[in-house]
């Protein structure tokens, strides 16, 4: 599985490197429904950045419906700040005349909060980039470049795929459903495969893995089902062109969710050694052409561009 992923959340990227278009209406769409409250779509930093020195009057109304989700946003962290502030107060009041069970865990859940909603705040206002701008889980937004008649086109689409005609519950029922196995194309992802296949750009990726595998000892000597996050990137900095399915959902009276997953396949040796047991397939960037313009009858074309995949070697180290 992948985990997560850091991402070229900037879209700019498609456009300089494989001449691709902007879907400037889907990238408003998604902006305006969540600063409208129509949803609650979780959207790297990185990409709201893209739109931070707009150029055109599309790009502009995108950075006012940002600016107003950020002002709505900050608006509600600051009260929630300020009744935190309170609470540890009055939890601070009480501990000074007498310990009590419910005042000190009040103290204890008051500082946790308020240390949460200040780095939130914090991110809000920073304008310095960080890695951890263009990184995204499942349930994230990232760009993804498609063929649209002919032409290629970036969309923002959810990490976690909703393949249409599916019930909504799916979601929840299937929370894996942010990766496509290979082994399973032709199964639940039948709908998808052979019809439509994006490709996102990915600097390096993350897999939760036993902590016991990745240190090879017995997991005797580790609690249940005790993790590790490690990171894994290309040891020669390239960028990974990854395989994706995706998917435009659509239910009468909801927004529509265009949304996407990561093709994973069995990992290299490297990977397997380090204890993870699924890796992404990145392709080769003289097949993303081929990939993204699938024939649903020649399925064994499209098994071969991902047999002919790009193969970097995966250094890992423990995520920070």
Partial sequence: ???????????????????????????ARLFFE??????????PK??????AAPETDAERKIKGFIDKFNRDQTSKLEQDLFKQRK?????????????????????RIAT?????????????????PKPKDSRIFPGHYAPVMVMENGRLVVKPMRYQCRIAGKPASYDVKYPGTYNARRDNLEGFWKPCF????????????????????????????????ENVVLEFRPSNGQLMLVACLWSRWTA?????????????????????????????????????????NPDPEKLDAMYAILDDRDRPYYEHRLAA
């Fill in 1 to 27: 599985m992948c985990y997560s992923a850091q991402i070229q959340a900037d879209y700019r990227k498609f456009v300089r490197t494989f001449g691709a278009l902007m879907d400037i209406d889907e990238f």
């Fill in 87 to 107: 609470r540890l107060a009055d939890a601070e009041r009480t501990l000074l005349t007498k310990v009590t069970k419910a005042a000190t865990e009040s103290q």
């Fill in 112 to 128: 946790d909060k308020i240390a949460w909603t200040r780095g939130k705040l914090d991110d809000m206002q920073r304008t310095e």
């Fill in 46 to 51: 990185a990409m709201e950045e893209a739109f």
């Fill in 194 to 225: 052979g019809y439509t296949h994006g490709v996102i750009l990915v600097d390096v990726f993350y897999e939760n893995v036993s902590k016991a595998k990745f240190e090879g000892t017995l997991s005797e000597t580790h609690e249940k089902d």
């Fill in 34 to 43: 969540r600063a409208e409250g129509v949803s609650k779509a979780k959207i």
């Fill in 252 to 292: 009468p009276g909801e927004p529509d969710l265009v949304s996407f997953a990561a093709i994973t396949d069995e990992p290299p040796p490297e990977v397997a050694a380090a204890g993870h047991d699924r890796c992404i397939v990145p392709i080769k960037p003289e097949n993303v052409d081929a990939w993204l």
